[in-house]
């Protein structure tokens, strides 16, 4: 896919991508979600259309002498728009006790 637009969108914004009367494809290329300690959680979520459709989802450990295991977590998504069909995409995260996620996506659209 050659891209025709890029969009940087920040967590928590719905962006709405108005119908063409083309066939398009959209990508987001990364989620990331980043557990730094043992008890620390975070998920980067993907909402298309008001549903859920992907996420990256990061959980760190302890070992059992105490230790702190971090973790991290990476995921991409892709899709086709039909001719004259509108779309909305949002990007949502979530983190606890350290845990965080990319504080936005990047989305490509281009023809097929």
């Not at 298309?48 to 450990?61: L, M, P, Q």
């Not at 990476?74 to 965080?100: D, F, K, L, R």
Request: hydrophobic fraction near 40%.
């Amino acid at each position: 896919m050659q891209a025709a637009e890029t969009h940087y969108l920040d967590n928590g914004y719905t962006f709405h991508i108005p119908a063409v009367s083309y066939r398009r494809r959209v990508c987001v290329p990364l989620l990331m979600a980043v557990a730094p300690g043992g008890k620390s959680k975070a998920k980067h979520m993907l909402v298309f259309n008001g549903s859920w459709v992907t996420e990256a989802k990061a959980e760190g450990g302890l070992f059992l002498n105490g230790g702190a295991m971090p973790a991290t977590a990476c995921n991409s998504w892709n899709t086709y728009i039909e001719p004259n069909q509108s779309v909305s995409i949002q990007a949502v995260s979530e983190g606890s006790n350290g845990g965080y996620a990319l504080p936005s996506i990047t989305v490509l659209i281009g023809q097929d």
